[in-house]
């Protein structure tokens, strides 16, 4: 089995997109904690998770873990209206049979998934501790976990509290069937917990001890172990899944596909690295932000369309000659014959953005515009990398949104979303800092977007003039709150020595205009 070596960059990129897309809910952020239990937070719309190294089995076994835990928190931010505290007795036996309900609520919308949640229940259940390493009456309630869940106890527990536990799972099962059968949410499943509380004869404040499967990180189980145990819960579950083979789940062919894939894809980013660069400049490292608030859908949308026959390579033009005669175009005066143009981008380029605090007030249209421009980027295959720059912590910082040797994704989203609008415009000091890529990659166009003077003219010149003899042409986009005051700030642009200057007083003409500049 190969060995996973996944960043957490790359995890919350493939989480992300699975959790939106099965929860069908877009602004759903994820992020990794070792210090408590894979737990979804709903008012936050926020799923932290247990890292995937702390989990038990191999590296596949691990993965598929990973993504079932997935699933099932993409169902509750679907199913349920509240999420309890598993500290205490009674948010405890409410989530227990939520993850019931939203499991088979689940299942009828994703057919896929039976065999992958039986091998997860095989690996809950190897998770769960013994009987009698649990102490007071917090035993019963793992024994009721136990049985509700998987029909069946790891260890002895005495029989007058047996009878208890079964009488409880019985009704517990009982109520989330007639929650599905009669549509009820969790509201309704929540007055029926103080019913298996009185079952059980506990408290419902009894304090539950933490029993997590990543407590036993590094732990193997033999296949043979493992098979045992898939064995008995796909018997035990059969009444809910029908008959599953337990030596299909324990393989996960349909999954391992997908697995290897994200192996290769994840090799193949590693060889290229980033330590080029990284010198100098320093990468927004947040993972839980919500990016679809930059996601200008309808401009995104527009643009492609604007844009589609660079897409496609060719481009139909009129000539005085050609491949065919319009008549309508003869009867106007205009060149009678139109033909098909090859067209395509083949120029490299480097797009620096303008984080200064004068762009604070208009910092979301500016995002949402750079983000549509990067999005068509992507989708007109251009090779391009976006910098942004902006005052931190009283210093000066240029970050790398996206180098360009990977693709535009989720996670270049992520770190353009984090950047806030602060501080002056050293375009000198940024230039520098980014001197040693700009020399590595020497990129055909570098293009800034700023909507300021620089703090210091004659150092910028100098810069310019620098990247200029590595054969780089440097392009300056003036950003204004008006035609007048984006005219002024490219001509200002102009004499600081910049081959193209160009002006925009509406955000949204900017990605139109970058693409004009790469046709050019």
């Known amino acids: 089995m190969q060995s996973l070596q996944l960043q957490n960059e790359s995890l919350v990129e493939i989480a992300t997109f699975l959790v939106r897309r099965w929860s069908e ?9 070792d210090k408590i239990e894979t737990k979804t937070r709903l008012k936050e719309n926020r799923v932290i998770l247990t890292p995937i190294e702390k989990r038990i089995g191999d590296d596949f076994q691990r993965y598929r873990q990973f993504r079932t835990s997935l699933w099932y928190e993409a169902m509750r931010i679907k199913f349920c209206k509240k999420i309890l505290s598993n500290d205490h007795a009674f948010g405890f036996i409410l989530n227990t049979m939520e993850t019931r309900r939203v499991e088979q609520l689940g299942r009828k919308l994703w057919k896929g998934m039976d065999e992958e949640i039986i091998f997860n229940y095989a690996y809950m259940l190897v998770s769960r501790p013994q ?5 007071g009456k917090a035993r019963i309630v793992e024994a009721f976990y136990q049985y509700f869940m998987f029909g069946a106890l790891k260890g002895e527990i005495q ?30 499943l929540e007055k029926n917990v103080t019913e298996i509380i009185k079952i059980l004869d506990i408290d419902s404040l009894l304090t539950i001890p933490i029993s997590l499967p990543f407590m036993k990180a590094g732990m193997t189980v033999s296949e043979e172990e493992l098979l045992k145990f898939l064995t008995v819960v796909s018997k035990n579950k059969e009444g809910d899944f029908g008959k599953i ?26 060889n290229k690295g980033l330590t080029s660069e990284l010198i100098g400049v320093q990468i927004p490292n947040a993972i839980n932000i919500d990016e679809t608030i930059i996601y200008d859908i309808n401009l995104i949308s527009n643009l492609k369309t604007k844009f589609r026959e660079l897409k496609s390579g060719w481009k139909e033009q009129h000539l005085s000659s050609g491949d065919e005669f319009d008549e309508e175009n003869y009867i106007e005066g205009n060149d009678p014959f139109f033909t098909d143009v090859k067209k395509s981008i083949k120029t490299r380029i480097v797009i620096l953005l303008d984080h200064s605090s004068s762009i604070a007030s208009d910092a979301l249209e500016y995002k949402k515009a750079t983000l549509a421009l990067c999005e068509v980027l992507a989708y007109l295959k251009v090779k391009f990398a976006v910098y942004a720059f902006n005052t931190d912590n009283r210093s000066v910082v240029c970050w790398l949104i996206k180098p360009d040797n990977m693709k535009w994704n989720s996670i270049s989203a992520k770190r353009l979303a984090q950047i806030v609008a602060n501080g002056s415009t050293p375009l000198a000091e ?6 040693p890529t700009l020399q590595s990659k020497r990129p055909d166009i570098f293009l800034t977007l700023t909507d300021g003077e620089p703090s210091d003219p004659d150092a910028v010149r100098i810069m310019i003039k620098s990247l200029k003899n590595l054969g ?24 600081l020595g910049y081959e193209k200057t160009l002006a925009v007083s509406r955000l949204n003409d900017i990605p139109s205009k970058v693409i004009r500049i790469l046709e050019s």
């Open 25 to 33: 809910r877009e602004n759903v952020t994820i992020e990794f904690s």
């Open 245 to 270: 083979d337990p030596k299909d789940a324990l393989n996960g062919d349909k999954i391992y596909d997908e697995y290897k894939v994200l192996l290769d894809e994840n090799k193949k980013n590693d």
């Open 131 to 135: 009987l009698h390493t649990v102490y």
């Open 472 to 495: 780089i042409k440097m392009v300056a986009l003036g950003l204004g709150s008006n035609t007048v005051r984006a005219t002024m700030i490219a001509n200002n642009l102009r004499h």
């Open 159 to 188: 029989s007058s509290h047996f009878e208890r536990i079964k009488k409880a799972a019985v009704f517990a099962k009982k109520i989330v069937d007639e929650a599905i059968e009669k549509e009820y949410d969790t509201e309704w």
């Open 430 to 435: 940024v230039y520098d800092k980014m001197f």
